[in-house]
């Protein structure tokens, strides 16, 4: 198949892309490489850093010329996020509405917060019990912060741009266990498969130092500015009074927003990755950590396992928001056991290869597909 990947974040499609090139597809990758992630694309559709409304016009210009040019005749356009480019709802309206024109089916990536999603979480009977946007039926104070933006995403343009979207795309392809959750709430009507998150595996003989002696060292892997957003600004707290009381066992490594290489680099020297509080299943960061046999600290809620059809405790440590430092106990216990610690990183390399290899999640992707090529 020809396939047009539209967008990325957290190196998604570009994994993706990979798994789907060794498939023999013919795979073209247009993003903006991940920003400060530098994770590479193949054309670049990133907005000029010019200030005002000139770096839109740029962008908008530049679409304009890729459509004519380089972004119709495939056989599937699978797009990151209705916000797949820099650019306001109605001239993203525009672009979706032509790429649907000059292509075959048009999918959706659902890897991300878009309107639906903020509109979910923040009104009645939320489809899940927690997230950054909500305790129960209660937002947090997250949503209720300016950083949040959530009167952005509830604006009428962005809803209503974001509602023609989801109203004609051929079906959507979740990331996550949430994003899953939420669409089969808000739109039933939709064809919808679960894809999880593509990983590209360590090559064999390479990976970090496996700790035998010396302190247990804890990565706090913060996305500088979203600390708020994702739990950081309470679990990275409980961290490093845990490492104080612990003073020669525990080491705490603090570095922000490292480029994609760099972090996988940084993953060699680091026993335990923490990432984010409110989610129920591990995403990127914990996930790449797992694939090199690094414990994470992330979300693993049983209804996750269930998901995914794994019986019994999964192979990293649960953040719960409803007990934020519940996780110490289990920290104080790999900072105890060297072979508790070994073996848990163990078990979470051979989870992410059942469960989230690249190949693996690109043939999921490949046979929803299938199933509904016009």
């Not at 104080?244 to 993953?267: H, I, T, Y």
């Not at 335990?272 to 299943?281: E, N, P």
Request: charged share 25%; aromatic share 8%; net charge neutral.
């Amino acid at each position: 198949m020809r396939i047009l990947l539209l967008g990325d974040a957290s190196n998604y499609h570009r994994a993706l892309s990979g798994a789907l090139v060794r498939m023999g597809h013919d795979v073209t990758l247009a993003s903006d490489g991940g920003g400060w992630m530098h994770t590479g694309c193949d054309i670049d559709i990133s907005r000029p850093e010019i200030g005002g409304r000139l770096g839109g016009a740029l962008l908008w210009l530049k679409m304009r010329n890729l459509l004519r040019r380089d972004l119709r005749g495939y056989d599937v356009v699978q797009i990151a996020s209705p916000g797949f480019a820099h650019l306001r709802p109605r001239r993203l309206r525009a672009i979706f509405d032509e790429l649907r024109r000059e292509n075959g089916s048009v999918f959706l990536s659902a890897l991300g917060t878009d309107a639906e999603y903020v509109r979910a979480l923040t009104g009645p009977r939320p489809p899940l019990g927690y997230s950054e946007w909500n305790m129960g039926e209660r937002p947090t104070a997250w949503a209720k912060s300016e950083a949040s933006q959530r009167e952005i995403w509830l604006s009428r343009e962005l809803t209503e741009y974001t509602a023609h979207f989801y109203s004609h795309i051929d079906g959507v392809v979740s990331a996550l266990y949430e994003y899953h959750k939420v669409l089969e709430a808000t739109r039933p009507e939709l064809a919808l498969a679960y894809g999880g998150i593509p990983i590209e595996l360590r090559v064999e003989g390479c990976g970090r130092k496996l700790r035998s002696e010396g302190p247990l060292r804890i990565y706090l892997a913060a996305h500088k500015g979203r600390e708020a957003e994702k739990g950081a600004d309470i679990l990275f707290p409980l961290v490093r009074e845990f490492a104080a009381s612990r003073p020669g066992e525990v080491e705490v490594l603090e570095p922000a927003n490292m480029a994609f290489a760099d972090f996988l680099k940084f993953l060699e020297g680091v026993d335990v990755l923490v990432d984010q509080l409110y989610s129920y299943t591990p995403a990127t960061s914990a996930l790449l950590a797992m694939s090199r046999g690094v414990v994470a600290v992330s979300g693993a809620e049983p209804e996750f396992g269930k998901f995914i059809g794994e019986e019994g405790p999964l192979p990293l440590i649960n953040a719960s928001p409803s007990e934020p430092e519940g996780f110490l106990r289990d920290l104080g216990r790999l900072a105890d056991d060297s072979r508790l610690l070994a073996d848990t990183g163990r078990r979470a390399e051979e989870f992410v290869k059942r469960h989230n290899s690249a190949d693996i999640v690109a043939r999921r992707f490949t046979e929803f597909w299938q199933s509904r090529l016009k």
